[in-house]
């Protein structure tokens, strides 16, 4: 079974036919799934997937585009909301210079009460960055000097040095649809490179559909093409390939109930 680290359903995309596109997901061999809070003032919203489906788990947070939307939000706030089982993550949060939606002064205050919302918990702290390496590496390895925590860069599109500075301090890197994409090459250069037990795959649905189906709306069944093309630049099997990345991310998201091993057939050793 896959798993879809990064996925937003509980939107407008998905409002018709959100059963519909889980069952999708289940015949494709997708099972877990991380649905991602990306403004506080939508995590009832957030959450109710989360609930309504045994293995798809949410997390909560402000995305650094919508940091606008609640600056002064604490580290207790996050860490409070944080406290219902179905939440296994604090985000996502972080850095986004390429489209300046909220002032950068806004992110780095949003993105410091969710760094210690994660190192208070224990939670991996999600982590949007864009047009940032530099900032971001800086201020992961200045927070670590407080205290660890685990992280995941998702959707990466960074630099080799973001992702070995990320991984210097536990990191974790996940790699969407772009992996797929033709003018993706340095991307998936990195992805060849990063340590085969830290890697995991995501949607980012109902964004950034893969190849070939890029331009349509993104669904977590399309988690596989992906996969695929992991599986290609490690040299893995395609079954490989989805127990690697499911493994990392259960090691990651350790709140994350592991679904049960299928049961061995009559006689097999
Ligand atoms: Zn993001």
């Known amino acids: 079974m896959w798993v879809d ?11 018709d036919d959100l059963d519909t596109v889980i069952e999708q997901a ?13 403004k506080v003032s939508e ?20 995305h650094p585009h919508e940091a606008r939307e609640n600056p002064d939000i604490t580290a207790q706030q996050l860490i409070d909301l944080a406290q219902h089982p179905k939440v296994i993550g604090i985000g996502e949060t972080g850095l986004d210079f390429h489209y300046n939606y909220s002032d950068a002064a806004d992110q780095y205050k949003n993105f410091a009460a969710h760094i210690e919302a994660s190192r208070e918990t224990q939670l991996p702290l999600i982590i ?11 201020l992961l390895e200045a927070a670590h000097q407080d205290g660890a925590f685990p992280h995941l860069l998702h959707c990466f599109t960074g630099g080799a040095e973001l992702a070995a500075r ?7 890197i996940s790699f969407s649809g772009i992996l797929t994409f033709k003018s993706a090459a340095d991307i998936r250069l990195i992805a060849g490179q990063v340590d085969e037990d830290r890697i995991l795959i995501e949607t980012d649905c109902p964004y950034l559909a893969p190849m070939p189906l890029r331009g349509r709306r993104c669904e977590p069944a399309m988690v596989v093409h992906t996969g695929r093309k992991l599986a290609e630049l490690k040299g893995w099997s395609e079954v490989d390939t989805a127990a690697r990345t499911s493994e990392a991310f259960f090691n990651l998201f350790k709140k994350a109930q592991k679904p049960p091993k299928p049961p061995k057939p009559e006689g097999a050793a």
Do not use: P, W
């Not at 919203?45 to 402000?62: F, H, K, N």
């Not at 990320?166 to 974790?172: D, F, H, T």
């Open 128 to 138: 949007h960055s864009r047009n940032a390496d530099e900032k971001m590496a800086e």
């Open 166 to 172: 990320s991984a210097a301090l536990g990191g974790y």
């Open 43 to 62: 995590f009832d919203a957030v959450l109710a997937v989360a609930e309504r489906y045994e293995d798809i788990y949410c997390s909560v947070g402000t």
């Open 5 to 15: 680290s990064h996925v937003n359903l509980h939107g407008e995309a998905f409002a």
């Open 26 to 38: 289940r015949r494709a061999g997708v099972g877990t799934m991380l649905t991602i809070c990306c």
